[in-house]
């Protein structure tokens, strides 16, 4: 090894030196061994004045996750929906946001364009350029050329992986079966999908080509919560079932999804019979609105309460050995905390 020397430097001063050196090294190791944050949420009105971003920002996460309806823009064309994302980005709280924390994003149906939209919606093109420049995505990037929005991502935690799968679920959705009939709002369309085919094998290569040590799957519905009568992976029951077949095959370290929408929050966890470990549905709703009223509402795989206020989430992930622990905690104005609940993955 090539030798180095201090020139006019004594003893005392290069002991100084290197045990500055060392502190320095040694900071930067346990700032790399720090936990993984990661702030998250959906439906959030640029037409309203009380969004959270920076209460967000003040977590100073890594990683900002929104969860869709990050704008409220149905049926608006490609300049109105600019000015609809640019009313968002411009707001102060969103700046410091996105100084501090990288942010990812899917969309759902008021940023798609129309409520509850689906495959069908003529607006859904707009709308992605819409998306891409809002996420700011180079106009090389291949999402430019590519139909939908699903992306991947592997977040770095000192050593280990985090992989971010973010599904799109309007642009190739089949059509919701109105209940005229019942509560239900929707029938269950029993041949129906989500995902479309060539997002189905995205997704499966996702997968199964993952070494991460944990997973985050962001659907902008919920995915575990099936009783309410509103948009849930339940109204496409066997796309819901392809999907849980397809965790239980793959089988993708410690898996977890996020979901809005709701304009509630809750945890969801159920259990698959070929799965190790509890499959949690983390669903964050909303940024700017909530319920107008409170009622109950049956979910029986809820675990903890029911969060009807405006909220946001943040995801703490630290490591023992090569198992995450993960503690999730939805927040409000002023620092304050709704649930807070430790992930037994």
């Not at 998250?40 to 990683?63: H, R, V």
């Not at 990050?70 to 996105?98: H, I, R, T």
């Not at 129309?114 to 700011?136: E, P, T, V, W």
């Not at 009568?229 to 397809?246: C, G, I, Q, T, V």
Request: aromatic share 10%; glycine share 4%; proline share 3%.
């Amino acid at each position: 090894m090539e030798s180095i020397t201090f020139i006019g430097m004594n003893k005392s001063a290069l002991l100084i030196f290197l045990a500055l050196a060392l502190l320095s090294c040694s900071k930067e190791a346990k700032e790399k061994e720090m936990p993984l944050k990661i702030v998250f949420g959906s439906c959030s009105d640029q037409n309203q004045p009380e969004a959270l971003w920076q209460e967000m920002a003040n977590q100073k996460a890594q990683y900002a996750l929104l969860l869709g309806d990050n704008v409220y823009a149905d049926e608006m064309s490609l300049p109105e929906l600019e000015a609809a994302y640019k009313m968002q980005k411009d707001m102060s709280g969103f700046q410091q946001l996105s100084k501090v924390s990288r942010i990812y994003g899917i969309w759902d149906d008021h940023d798609y364009g129309a409520n509850d939209a689906g495959k069908y919606h003529r607006g859904k093109d707009s709308a992605q350029i819409a998306f891409l420049n809002f996420f700011n995505f180079d106009q090389n990037d291949p999402l430019r050329s590519q139909e939908g929005v699903n992306q991947s991502y592997n977040l770095q935690n000192a050593d280990k992986t985090i992989k971010l799968i973010l599904l799109d679920t309007r642009y190739f959705r089949d059509t919701l079966l109105a209940d005229t009939v019942t509560n239900a709002r929707y029938l269950p369309n029993t041949e129906g999908d989500i995902l479309g085919e060539n997002q189905w094998k995205w997704l499966e290569k996702e997968l199964r080509q993952s070494n991460a040590q944990m997973h985050i799957i962001a659907s902008s519905i919920q995915v575990v919560s099936w009783e309410h009568p509103f948009e849930k992976w339940s109204n496409f029951p066997k796309a819901r079932k392809r999907l849980f077949d397809l965790i239980q095959t793959t089988k993708p370290s410690n898996a977890i999804f996020l979901s809005g929408d709701r304009h509630i929050s809750e945890i969801s966890g159920l259990t698959l019979p070929d799965y190790p470990t509890t499959l949690y549905d983390l669903t964050c709703s909303g940024l700017t609105h909530t319920w107008s009223e409170v009622w109950e509402e049956s979910n029986q795989h809820r675990t903890g309460e029911l969060i009807i206020k405006r909220n946001y989430g943040l995801l703490i992930i630290d490591w023992e050995k090569d198992k995450p622990s993960v503690t999730v905690r939805f927040k409000g104005h002023a620092d304050s905390t709704f649930l807070t609940r430790r992930l037994e993955l």
